[in-house]
């Protein structure tokens, strides 16, 4: 065995040990309906990544940002169809490329909602949702884009979210 080896073998447990990849949990129904719940308080922009779109990932410092400047909290989920391992791979390549984009990306949990697998939340990534006042703007902010157009969507759906809930 080589110390590189054993290196990469601890590096992937301690990933699998990390709350940022947990194959028992996902944003499912219940939870969808929390977090619409909670926006209340703190307004949410809700993005969903994929480690084989890689702008959707080595991005998400960056949209955290004008999230952030914007009063929302960056709420990350990846999809559901991509292997636990190979999330994983993606993160720890992340950490070591661009760390601000992996943090952003911590706690990431697979979207098992179907309410928001219907509404195509897998067209294309990143697909973000404005979640605030107990509802969700119904038109995501969709692919990657300069950081201008993430702040001009989010605030024209700020101005305009729609209370709808989901069935």
Do not use: N
């Not at 909290?73 to 991509?82: C, I, M, S, T």
């Not at 179907?114 to 979640?131: C, G, I, K, M, N």
């Amino acid at each position: 065995m080589t110390r590189q080896w054993v290196a990469g073998v601890l590096a992937s447990a301690a990933v699998l040990m990390s709350p940022a990849i947990r194959a028992e949990s996902c944003l499912d129904e219940a939870q969808w309906q929390a977090l619409q719940q909670q926006s209340g308080t703190q307004p949410v922009l809700l993005y969903v990544w994929s480690p084989r779109m890689v702008l959707s990932a080595v991005h998400a410092d960056q949209v955290q940002l004008v999230a952030q400047q914007e009063g929302l909290k960056l709420v990350p989920v990846h999809d559901h169809r991509v292997p636990a391992g190979e999330v994983m791979q993606a993160l720890q390549r992340l950490r070591q490329q661009t760390p601000a984009a992996a943090e952003a990306l911590a706690g990431s949990v697979p979207l098992c909602s179907e309410s928001l697998v219907q509404q195509d939340a897998y067209r294309h990534f990143p697909t973000a949702w404005v979640v605030r006042k107990g509802g969700y703007h119904p038109r995501p902010l969709v692919a990657a884009m300069p950081m201008p157009y993430w702040r001009q969507g989010i605030r024209l759906r700020m101005m305009r979210t729609v209370e709808q809930k989901v069935d």
